[in-house]
């Protein structure tokens, strides 16, 4: 018992403000990006350097994966990464999230945020129903980071279940299985105001009309006439 508590008290704990639990997505942050937000953070404290690749085990992802949400959030202005000389004289990588901090105080100055209506969840039975197909279409379980996806795609992106579904039929016949693919799909739909399963299918019908065309024309398309006889009947030259 004494080795456990030791062990409890050895891993530390990582001390994490209200504030950003309860509105990091107002604040426009992904689920997956406060993920790593929590694992970087973990290590801070600590003292030591974040192990990437432990913390893609921790979540469990890939490295690349890690990285690139790392990436989003320095592009987002949540984080700043810059050199720093250490003890050794050494230039080491530093995770600086004062432009979090930053961006926490500047939505304390703005109280209305606290008062708007809570946004209402997908319908229970409506996201079950679509963690199935996915893990059905997928053909394996999801891992955390691919349900903090969905989660994002439902409560900060607002897609409707019935469209991500639609995304992922369409994923699965192109034969990619790649979140990252739905993903590019459900952008391309919003960025093309098609926002309504009605809409979608729609547009998919035209565009699978608009690329059987081509092939039915030429089908359809007049041949040039060529005259067909047996050798014997071709016309003789005349003998000199």
Do not use: C
């Not at 403000?17 to 953070?41: A, F, I, P, Q, R």
């Not at 209305?112 to 319908?123: G, I, L, M, R, Y």
């Not at 590019?184 to 926002?195: E, V």
């Amino acid at each position: 018992m004494v080795d456990v508590l030791s062990k409890y008290l050895q891993a530390g704990q990582t001390t994490v403000s209200n504030l950003l639990l309860h509105h990091y997505h107002d604040l426009g942050m992904s689920t997956s990006e406060l993920m790593v937000y929590l694992e970087l953070k973990s290590y801070l404290d600590m003292g030591q350097l974040p192990n990437i690749k432990q913390i893609a085990t921790h979540l469990g992802t890939e490295t690349s994966q890690v990285y690139e949400l790392i990436h989003e959030l320095v592009s987002h202005h949540f984080l700043a990464q810059r050199l720093q000389k250490n003890a050794a004289g050494q230039e080491a990588e530093v995770y600086d999230f004062s432009p979090l901090h930053a961006r926490l105080l500047q939505y304390l100055e703005q109280p209305d945020h606290f008062n708007a209506t809570p946004e209402q969840p997908a319908p229970q039975d409506a996201k079950e129903r679509l963690f199935k197909q996915l893990e059905s279409g997928f053909g394996r379980l999801l891992s955390p980071m691919e349900i903090n996806l969905v989660n994002d795609w439902l409560t900060k992106d607002h897609y409707e279940p019935a469209i991500i579904e639609l995304a992922l039929r369409e994923t699965v016949l192109n034969g990619k299985f790649s979140f990252r693919y739905m993903d590019r799909i459900l952008m391309n739909w919003r960025h093309r105001k098609l926002t309504t399963v009605a809409a979608i299918e729609a547009d998919l019908r035209r565009f699978a009309e608009q690329k059987a065309a081509p092939s039915a024309a030429e089908s359809s398309a007049p041949t040039p006439h060529i005259p067909i006889f047996k050798l014997a009947d071709q016309p003789r030259e005349p003998k000199a």
